[in-house]
């Protein structure tokens, strides 16, 4: 038997707000001449200033979005993993349409937020104000911030860790923490493709749990309606208004 709309609606925001890390090569080499060659036709190193302004440029220039996920949860003993297609859309609009392993609705017409069960007899509703905090993580596919701008201390990870080392040869990651979620989130990282996509994004929050997004074919610029992102509600079913996680 499902859940009822009341246990997703205690983790979707933890789940969607509230996601590494970089291989560094170290040369020991005991001859000189040797190493002094290597080292000179060895590519520069990536600089985390760079990375994030290319990012920035990649996602700032974007009017839409589409990309399939897939979002895995670990905490208090549990893993869930959960995947479906992902709308976005300038400005504030999203869609999260989750198929597997239940179908589930999560949208933002800019204004409003909207989680919806299909088949539940209630869908919860919140203001978008009081949400952009519990998800400034997917402000950066949204192209509505810097990633210098909102994580602190950002930074390259240079040594591989066991879940956070990129997943892709030739990706790179970057983390730091969330100025707004600093007292929830302990830690943001996002890996980086070469062609500058954040391909995925890992949350790890302060009680331990840890929220992973994948990103894969994602299409920028994509003719998307803005009817897709209004929330129509079944008859039958009650609104309910407050913030999601109550």
């Not at 994030?52 to 979005?65: G, I, K, M, P, T």
């Not at 994509?222 to 913030?243: H, N, T, Y």
Request: charge should be neutral; hydrophobic fraction near 40%; include cysteine.
């Amino acid at each position: 038997m499902g859940q009822p709309l009341s246990w997703w609606c205690a983790r979707r925001p933890r789940s969607i707000l509230t996601i590494v890390k970089l291989i560094s090569i170290f040369l020991n080499l005991g001859v000189p001449l040797l190493a002094t060659a290597i080292s000179a036709a060895a590519p520069p190193a990536p600089d985390v200033h760079a990375i994030a302004q290319a990012v920035d440029e990649r996602y700032n220039h974007l009017h839409s979005l589409q990309a399939e996920f897939t979002e895995i949860y670990r905490g208090a003993g549990t893993e869930r993993t959960e995947s479906g297609t992902l709308w976005l859309k300038k400005p504030g609009k999203m869609r999260w349409e989750y198929r597997s392993p239940r179908e589930k609705l999560f949208l933002s017409d800019g204004r409003d937020a909207w989680f919806y069960v299909p088949g539940e007899r209630q869908v919860r509703r919140t203001a978008v104000k009081k949400l952009e905090d519990l998800r400034s993580p997917l402000a950066f596919l949204l192209g509505k911030t810097k990633l210098e701008k909102e994580l602190q201390g950002l930074s390259l990870v240079r040594d591989p860790v066991p879940d956070v080392g990129p997943l892709a040869s030739g990706d790179v990651v970057v983390m730091g923490v969330p100025r707004s979620l600093a007292e929830r989130v302990s830690q943001v990282s996002l890996e980086i493709t070469p062609e500058h996509w954040i391909s995925r994004i890992l949350i790890e929050e302060v009680d331990g749990s840890v929220t992973e997004y994948r990103f894969t074919n994602q299409r920028e610029n994509v003719a998307v309606s803005g009817e897709q992102f209004k929330f129509a509600v079944p008859d039958g079913v009650e609104v309910i208004d407050g913030e999601l996680g109550q």
